[in-house]
């Protein structure tokens, strides 16, 4: 499909709504703010309901596709979430319950290479796209999780491994991500894995100028310097071929580096100005991705695809309950309502499906699978565990008191 130009937008645009793309733009950001919230009586996610106005939009009326605002607001939002989960990285938190969760990523790292060959054998994709397929089936997402852990029937000691397995596997997975993105040929995994070791080094000189010369003279600056920085960082990476969350999600975790320099860099109030900005922009992301749906991803085959894709879900909330049994001595029931927690992955799932569909020429049906898989897993928690969706402004999930992290007993 021929992508429209920016004037032909504009007047698509204002042929629509009979009056400048100024009015357009206000009925939209009503739309995204205020029916989603409506719709959470009956349990639809913000989310959901974000990118089915998108696909209305895009298939129904033929506006705002390849609009360059919405684009913008879109990686304004993107961008925000991951800072906001790079920020929620506590090495502490991790460390406690270290020999759990090492157990966990061991499972993944055998788990993914060979699911990626199963999937390789079935659909022909090459290694790198089937890598990326299951990363797409097993890989959390933070920002939903995290938004939703308040709200879910879990004791605190289960809502601190949730949001340390999340986190952990979040950061691995990108690690991953940015493998198989940088693999395409030797040149371009040194070349890419040079400049984010260059990105990496250059993130501390930044901050600590940042705390030497700026904060002290610039009061209440630091959210907007910490911004800024995850934006310019996820452009870098976005030219790497890596996609904007990677450069955003380590910012995140370089601000939690100096907490004790800026100690107002990853505060609670600067967590909670972080969430907020991302909580009013990232519906932008779910419209957007919504419009570059069409009819042909929701074919009976993209279907079934789907279809095949949730039967993992139950292999990963087994796993879950499994593990916690074997490791925790926890009841198999207790488990897998835990591993329902973690069974979401909205945003990731959404991102590499992009990836798969502009970088590896994935058919339509494997797309539009994918995207059915990612919105089926995000209603289970809120059908499993009855209850409401998260609006991505609660409080935040770090800020629900939690009980101290127990001693593992031994296996």
Not at 58 to 80: E, R, W
Not at 212 to 236: E, G, H, T, W
Not at 331 to 351: C, D
């Amino acid at each position: 499909m021929t992508e429209p130009v920016p004037g032909q937008i504009v007047s698509e645009v204002e042929e629509f709504f009979g009056a400048s793309p100024e009015v357009a733009y206000v009925v939209l950001l009503f739309l995204l703010i205020v029916v989603p919230r409506i719709l959470v009586r009956w349990k639809v996610p913000t989310a959901i309901t974000s990118l089915t106005l998108g696909a209305a939009a895009g298939m129904g009326l033929g506006i705002f596709v390849g609009d360059n605002t919405v684009q913008l607001l879109a990686t304004l939002g993107i961008s925000a979430l991951f800072l906001f989960a790079g920020l929620e990285v506590d090495v502490h938190e991790l460390a406690a319950r270290r020999r759990v969760l090492v157990q966990h990523i061991l499972i993944r790292v055998v788990a993914l290479p060979l699911s990626a060959w199963v999937v390789e054998s079935l659909t022909g994709l090459s290694w790198r796209a089937s890598l990326l397929f299951v990363l797409a089936l097993f890989t959390p997402s933070g920002g939903f999780i995290l938004d939703s852990l308040a709200s879910w029937p879990l004791t605190g000691d289960q809502r601190g491994w949730v949001r340390s397995t999340t986190i952990a596997t979040e950061l691995v997975s990108l690690m991953v991500l940015f493998f198989v993105m940088q693999s395409g040929s030797l040149g371009q995994f040194v070349l890419g894995t040079t400049a984010l070791i260059a990105l990496i080094l250059t993130l501390p000189l930044m901050f600590r100028l940042f705390a030497q010369r700026i904060a002290p003279y610039a009061k209440n600056s630091d959210f907007a310097f910490l911004l800024m920085l995850a934006l310019v960082s996820a452009f870098a990476t976005r030219k790497l071929g890596a996609y904007y969350l990677i450069g955003a999600f380590v910012v995140g975790m370089m601000a939690q580096r100096f907490r004790e320099d800026l100690p107002t860099m990853s505060s609670e109030h600067t967590l909670h100005a972080v969430e907020v900005f991302a909580s009013f922009f990232i519906p932008f992301y779910f419209f957007n991705a919504g419009l570059h749906l069409q009819t042909q991803h929701f074919s009976f085959a993209a279907l079934g695809v789907g279809v095949l894709c949730l039967v993992t879900v139950a292999a990963r909330v087994a796993l879950v309950a499994v593990h916690r049994r074997w490791a925790l001595a926890e009841p198999l029931a207790t488990g897998a309502r835990v591993g329902v927690s973690l069974a979401p992955t909205l945003v990731f799932t959404l991102v590499i499906a992009e990836l798969l569909r502009d970088s590896f020429g994935a058919s339509p049906a494997l797309f539009g699978g994918l995207v059915i898989y990612a919105l089926a897993n995000t209603i289970l928690p809120t059908v499993l565990l009855r209850t409401p969706p998260p609006l991505f402004d609660q409080p935040l999930a770090s800020t629900v008191p939690l009980e101290p992290a127990r001693s593992e007993p031994t296996a």
